[in-house]
């Protein structure tokens, strides 16, 4: 792979890698932070890739794992914090429907993720798995899980 495939990369899909970077840091500004951070890593392990599986999965990788470190030191930073900051950041970037958003922002990190991926980062399910290091079967449950489960609380929700 190249730097220009990269770079072009990069360029077509940044926002969607800014969602997903959200998804995970609930932070927008520390979600963009994070792309670049993605983008730095692949760019700085470049010759080390392996053509094993797609380039976009492996940029995708990047891009989570510089999200979860984001968040993992945001975590550290908090505990050792005197105080405490109510707000956690915004899915606003993710979709235009609060209760849907409130919901996803709940689930358990796995599903966010594939729901991320599947549907703002429009990769299939192979793809999903590869950026994951999950099994496409596990892409489809871990999928199937999230849906019955936005569905359940969007139903309570209602019925309030």
């Known amino acids: 792979m190249t730097v220009e495939e990269l770079a072009a990369l990069y ?8 969602r997903l970077a959200e998804a995970i840091t609930r932070d927008p500004e520390e ?35 510089a999200a979860r470190m984001s968040r ?5 930073r908090l505990a050792f914090s005197l105080r ?3 707000a956690e950041g915004s899915f606003e970037a993710a979709g235009p429907d609060p209760k849907l ?3 996803v922002a ?6 966010r993720l594939v729901l991320f991926l599947r549907y703002f980062a429009d990769l299939p ?25 936005l569905r359940h ?3 309570e929700a209602d019925d309030d």
């Open 153 to 155: 609380h969007l139903e």
């Open 125 to 149: 399910y192979d793809g999903i798995a590869e950026a994951l290091e999950i099994s496409p079967g596990t892409v489809a449950a871990t999928l199937h899980s999230a849906h019955r489960t």
């Open 11 to 18: 360029n077509e899909k940044y926002h969607r890698f800014v």
């Open 72 to 76: 993992r030191r945001k975590s550290v």
């Open 101 to 103: 958003l409130e919901q």
């Open 31 to 65: 979600a963009r932070d994070a792309v670049q951070e993605g983008f730095s890593s692949a760019l700085r392990e470049l010759s080390r890739y392996k053509a094993q599986g797609s380039f976009e999965g492996w940029v995708w990788r990047c891009v989570m794992n």
């Open 106 to 111: 709940h689930l358990p990190e796995r599903q």
């Open 84 to 86: 405490q900051d109510p």
